[in-house]
């Protein structure tokens, strides 16, 4: 199933602890998790942003193992969620790699803590993607987004409150979270 | 603030892949990210669950290191996080370790891929969480609980449905799920 909404885990340009702009590194275990999140609510594609080339070459070797390698034959559900997994050197290079292939740039969707001009709510996004038009879901590893692409973020979405104060959720769980608000089938 | 909610990830009595019963391993990245999950959305406790003793003083290590040690500094949100772990030998000493701190055994919950007498829904749950009484969300790690685990429940949830065929979340993506089904302020 092809649902033109796509996903992008951005190392860079993101916050590290001291709010200094940083490129985080890459977590392996993202990758999988997130593949296997985006599979599950057919996310069509699932963009590793990182201009670090080690780190894409980690990423490459992570896909490689699991898509043609041993990794295929044992298990084979990795390979099948690893299928959507692209390595760009920026969030630019996936709104172009998008429009080169659905022949329309995405309107881009963030999460952050505060209200801004685009803030909309989880139910009339979810109605949104349901028009099939290209949309691109970005979040921000280490402490956060570089606030300008907050800035240009055609809607903002607010940040998943629990039943405390604590803000803290792993990005693989805010991921899970957001896809079964926006795509679940409750 | 207080939920009476608990929370137990299973790693005996579980499958493998081949279908036979084991305790599998304990990922250092289940106990973080779950933590955080539970702190987030009011869980009191959060039990790791298994008989192996070398399993157990891993577990210990990593609480000890970011309760005591050099981590609680650098990063005072995974000890609050991590405040709320207990590690257990079975779901049985979890069950009791409750009775005794609550005054009164918790209703088990589990998710399952069939349906079951005790099966019920999402919402019906999250009204029933509202009653304050003591209640244990119960996790397998592997390829799944042990199947006298499901049939001994109290309640059986229905697993969660994406967008398509592909049924392998991750554990730890399925919890954040289901905490917020449960639990989320939307």
């Given at each position: 199933m092809q649902?033109?909404?796509?996903l992008a885990?951005?190392?860079?340009?993101?916050y590290n602890?001291?709010?200094?702009?940083?490129s985080?590194?890459?977590?392996?275990?993202?990758?999988?998790?997130?593949?296997?999140?985006?599979?599950?609510?057919?996310?069509?594609?699932?963009y590793?942003?990182?201009?670090?080339?080690?780190?894409?070459?980690?990423?490459g070797?992570?896909i490689?193992h699991?898509l043609?390698?041993?990794?295929?034959?044992?298990?084979p559900?990795?390979?099948?969620a690893?299928?959507?997994?692209?390595?760009?050197?920026?969030?630019?290079?996936?709104?172009e790699?998008i429009?080169d292939?659905?022949?329309?740039?995405?309107k881009?969707v963030?999460?952050?803590?505060k209200?801004?001009?685009?803030?909309?709510?989880?139910?009339s996004?979810r109605?949104?993607?349901?028009?099939?038009?290209?949309?691109?879901?970005?979040?921000?590893t280490?402490?956060?987004?570089?606030?300008?692409?907050?800035?240009?973020?055609?809607?903002?979405?607010s940040?998943?409150?629990?039943r405390?104060?604590?803000?803290?959720?792993?990005?693989?769980?805010?991921?899970?979270?957001i896809?079964?608000?926006?795509l679940g089938?409750r």
């Amino acid at each position: 199933m092809q649902s033109n909404i796509h996903l992008a885990l951005v190392h860079f340009p993101v916050y590290n602890k001291a709010k200094e702009i940083v490129s985080s590194s890459v977590t392996t275990l993202d990758v999988h998790d997130i593949a296997r999140i985006c599979r599950t609510f057919a996310i069509d594609s699932f963009y590793v942003v990182t201009p670090l080339k080690t780190q894409q070459e980690l990423v490459g070797k992570i896909i490689d193992h699991w898509l043609t390698g041993h990794g295929a034959e044992y298990n084979p559900t990795r390979k099948e969620a690893l299928l959507l997994t692209r390595i760009k050197n920026s969030l630019q290079d996936v709104v172009e790699d998008i429009r080169d292939r659905c022949g329309q740039a995405p309107k881009t969707v963030i999460t952050a803590a505060k209200s801004y001009p685009q803030s909309i709510g989880y139910e009339s996004m979810r109605q949104k993607l349901q028009k099939a038009e290209p949309t691109l879901l970005v979040f921000g590893t280490g402490w956060g987004l570089e606030k300008s692409i907050i800035q240009r973020a055609d809607f903002v979405l607010s940040p998943i409150e629990g039943r405390s104060d604590f803000n803290h959720l792993p990005v693989r769980a805010a991921i899970a979270i957001i896809a079964d608000r926006l795509l679940g089938n409750r």
